[in-house]
């Protein structure tokens, strides 16, 4: 291995150089992800659907096994637990037992990697022991069917974030991809995340509208994340935190974890889809017409790419609105279909961070990207709950008594 160049800045040193930095800083320090969909990649496996067994991480799959986990150094991860919230006729609570019972079974099958995580602590000694602690976060508040009882239920069953909602406004907050209708959270949504920070599950604001983010931070006595989100300012989608929020996490204490997803990491890849949508909308009901325009415009205007930079630069700009103690990762593997060039799988963590070094970042910075920011968070939210668990007794309110309106 080469040596780092004496006399010069390690940012100007090679790639081979500043990989080597950040693994040794790996060494000591956890890499913790805040999302990866492995559980529903599973659920929706072609060959054998919910099979845990057939699915096995000990070879090449999908984009999250064991040799690749080992190879990006990761430490620590949120598995994702997501159900959609469009499937409300198939029953949200059997589907997200199932979704627990996967990642649970997951975890329990390679014990030898995967240690079983619910706080800080099991973190650290997961970490500590060579394996990888492996915690559960809910993707949808749609989940709990308007159930506080539901809610401590899953904390009970493992989950330690919940994301407050998915693509679908529920009857008690509004989500970033669907028609806003509370301007927020309603009373009884607020009730939802104080009982969330009494539980000492974390409350997640990816996938919630501007108005859901502010009122949960109005809210919460203790910090919140965002597991997989980047910021509005350089990619001006919905899902992207908008610079008015960001500003607001220092306060907080919170930690936005900037996710790989190439429609929020790259403004070119939203202009043009923006272009193709206008030229569709130029042949209204003649689906030919709109073929043949779109394959004629894409010979001379194929798909931009979403490059590892492009998430460093998401990852500069949060870190100067809200300070480097507020940023993370949280990459969203295996949810999706397209990745970024340069993070195409679980084994190039390593990679993102010699940009950042490459970009000047210190190594007390690195570390707190790559996982201690979010440790803090956990250990603050459980030092949270250990004082509401005594000042108040569990929620027995109902939307309908806080809502005053009647739901399904």
Avoid: C
């Avoid at 620590?76 to 409300?88: K, N, T």
């Avoid at 415009?297 to 979403?306: D, K, M, S």
Wanted: glycine fraction near 8%; hydrophobic fraction near 40%; proline fraction near 5%.
């Amino acid at each position: 291995m080469a040596p780092t160049p004496t006399g010069q800045p390690l940012r100007n040193a090679s790639l081979e150089q500043r990989l080597a930095h950040v693994r040794r800083l790996l060494r000591s320090s956890p890499l913790i992800d805040g999302h990866n969909d492995l559980p529903w990649a599973m659920r929706e496996d072609k060959q054998k659907p919910l099979d845990v067994v057939d699915y096995n991480l000990r070879q090449t799959r999908g984009m999250t096994d064991i040799a690749r986990l080992r190879k990006g150094m990761v430490g620590g991860q949120f598995w994702s637990v997501y159900i959609p919230g469009e499937i409300r006729d198939s029953g949200y609570a059997r589907v997200q037992l199932e979704q627990l019972d996967i990642a649970r079974r997951v975890i329990e099958r390679y014990p030898d990697v995967l240690s079983p995580a619910y706080t800080a602590a099991d973190v650290r000694k997961a970490y500590t022991q060579g394996k990888i602690g492996s915690l559960l976060g809910m993707e949808g508040g749609h989940a709990i069917e308007n159930s506080l009882g539901a809610l401590r239920s899953y904390y009970t069953l493992g989950a330690r974030y919940m994301t407050l909602t998915h693509n679908v406004t529920l009857d008690w907050a509004d989500a970033a991809a669907d028609k806003p209708v509370h301007g927020g959270l309603t009373e009884f949504g607020k009730e939802v995340v104080r009982e969330m920070n009494r539980l000492g599950m974390l409350v997640d604001l990816s996938h919630v509208s501007p108005g859901t983010m502010s009122d949960a931070l109005d809210v919460s006595e203790a910090p919140v994340i965002f597991s997989h989100s980047n910021a509005r300012a350089l990619t001006n989608v919905p899902r992207n935190v908008p610079d008015s929020i960001l500003a607001r996490m220092p306060k907080n204490g919170g930690v936005v974890m900037v996710t790989f997803v190439p429609g929020f990491v790259s403004q070119r890849i939203v202009d043009w889809g923006m272009q193709r949508d206008s030229i569709i909308k130029q042949y209204p009901g003649d689906t030919d017409a709109q073929f043949k325009a779109f394959a004629a415009w894409r010979q001379t205007n194929p798909v931009p790419a979403a490059v590892i930079g492009d998430v460093a630069d998401h990852l500069d700009h949060i870190k100067k609105v809200a300070g480097s103690a507020h940023v993370g990762i949280g990459g969203d593997f295996d949810g999706i279909t397209e990745t970024v060039q340069g993070l195409e799988d679980v084994s190039k963590y390593p990679d993102l961070l010699a940009e950042l070094v490459k970009r000047g970042w210190t190594d007390a910075e690195l570390r707190a990207l790559a996982g201690e920011n979010v440790m803090r968070v956990l250990s603050r939210a459980e030092t949270v709950s250990a004082r509401l668990r005594k000042e108040r007794p569990a929620s027995t309110k109902t939307i309908q008594q806080l809502d005053r309106k009647i739901v399904p």
